[in-house]
């Protein structure tokens, strides 16, 4: 009896750690650049603590949802298929960050108190933005004249590489106004719209194109589900005009999204072609597709990146080609590189497991916006080439199947 007490009184004790540890890689996430190796070696303590905390039930209770199968599925078959290709050396990378992937769903699904997950995150954000836009306002201040941040500037006044620091500024807002949904304090509820108005602003500071177009599409997608008809277009006018006279008004986010110091060229599709590389990247990449034929089981992520290094050498403008070869900038569409990479077999099977995910979030809208945000951001970016990804891509997967009722617990493998 007394042996029992004492092993239940440890258990609590190795899960508590546990949560804690969980909550410290998720503060950890903004900074993750600077910090890897501790990141790891938490992951790693969570891994031996689960030993202690072991809970086959709730396992299995997890594993047997068709979405994480599905996942799953993929990683095998992406594992399968550079088996086949003889190139699993060469594409262990990525390979290994889709494994990571699973392992943190799992890791992340044995969090007991996953309020700690969100706090804990929400907290790195504010962090790494109050950071980050000091460092803006300060360099600002200190010029005659205002201007746009771009070019090695932003590695070295952004705490949080752009593109992250937006992106997880969105997530942040998606659980603060989730938080205060939920909340009937009204000292909370004032805390809670005071940082949800720093963060709104910071998004613009930041300068993140990509996250305020997916703030937008979500601010669009909450008023139809939250308004009546005649309500719900009237906000997104609303939502539009504001977002619009920002954008205008504000000479870094002029320049990013309408390329306004381009005065050469007229049209705004020209000034597409010549400044945003993304346009040549998917160019090159859709040639390779195009080329290869990747429609059973792809050619391996290896053999994509270097024939898309390859494609850069053809590029005519000498400076502009030296950039590309120098930064072997990868597809930076995570659709189209699973495309190449893992054929269209591959994709479809990825593709299977976003409708499945989507379909267990559609009744709660702080879920849905979510898995939404993270969709929207593969068309822009590899996660899976980062770790910093695959730790995202796996958290914001279980929060939100989470969210859909944070007051029970099962409702994470529901």
């Avoid at 306004?260 to 597409?272: F, H, N, P, Q």
């Avoid at 992520?301 to 390859?310: E, F, H, I, P, V």
């Avoid at 916006?369 to 695959?390: K, M």
Wanted: aromatic fraction near 16%; glycine fraction near 2%.
């Amino acid at each position: 009896m007394l042996n029992q007490k004492l092993i239940r009184v440890m258990q609590s004790k190795a899960q508590k750690t546990y949560d804690y540890l969980a909550a410290i890689i998720c503060l950890s996430i903004p900074f993750m650049t600077y910090a890897k190796a501790f990141v790891n070696i938490v992951m790693i303590s969570m891994l031996i603590l689960t030993f202690f905390i072991f809970n086959l039930k709730k396992i299995k209770q997890f594993i047997d949802q068709k979405y994480f199968k599905i996942f799953f599925g993929f990683f095998m078959f992406c594992l399968t298929t550079s088996l086949i290709n003889n190139s699993i050396l060469d594409d262990f990378s990525e390979i290994r960050k889709i494994a990571q992937s699973v392992l943190l769903m799992i890791l992340f699904v044995l969090v007991y108190n996953k309020e700690k997950l969100v706090n804990a995150l929400i907290l790195g954000t504010i962090v790494s933005a109050i950071i980050t836009c000091s460092n803006i306002l300060a360099y600002q201040l200190n010029l005659t004249e205002s201007l746009p941040l771009t070019g090695s500037l932003v590695n070295k006044l952004y705490i949080t590489q752009r593109l992250y620091l937006g992106f997880l500024i969105v997530i942040s807002l998606i659980f603060l106004t989730e938080k205060f949904s939920r909340t009937k304090h009204k000292t909370h509820k004032i805390v809670i719209i005071f940082l949800s108005l720093f963060l709104f602003s910071a998004l613009f500071i930041v300068s993140s194109r990509s996250s305020i177009l997916i703030a937008f599409i979500l601010f669009s997608i909450s008023a139809f589900y939250m308004l009546n008809k005649s309500l719900r277009y009237l906000f997104i006018a609303f939502i539009s005009l504001t977002f619009l006279l920002i954008i205008f008004n504000n000479k870094t986010l002029s320049k990013r999204f309408l390329y306004s110091d381009d005065t050469t060229r007229e049209t705004i599709l020209d000034k597409i072609k010549t400044h945003e590389p993304r346009y040549d990247i998917w160019k090159y990449s859709g040639q390779i597709f195009i080329e290869e034929n990747p429609y059973l089981i792809g050619i391996g992520t290896y053999k994509t990146q270097k024939l898309l290094s390859d494609k850069y050498k053809m590029i005519k403008i000498e400076r502009r080609k030296n950039w590309f070869i120098e930064r072997n900038f990868n597809t930076h569409n995570q659709y189209l590189d699973f495309a190449i990479s893992f054929g269209i077999t591959g994709l479809f099977i990825f593709l299977f497991f976003i409708n499945n995910i989507v379909s267990n979030t559609l009744k709660n809208i702080y879920s849905l916006n979510l898995v939404t945000s993270l969709f929207l951001i593969l068309l822009i970016e590899n996660l899976f080439h980062r770790q910093l990804g695959s730790f995202l891509f796996s958290l914001i997967i279980i929060l939100a199947i989470f969210l859909q009722n944070p007051k029970n617990e099962k409702n994470i493998s529901s």
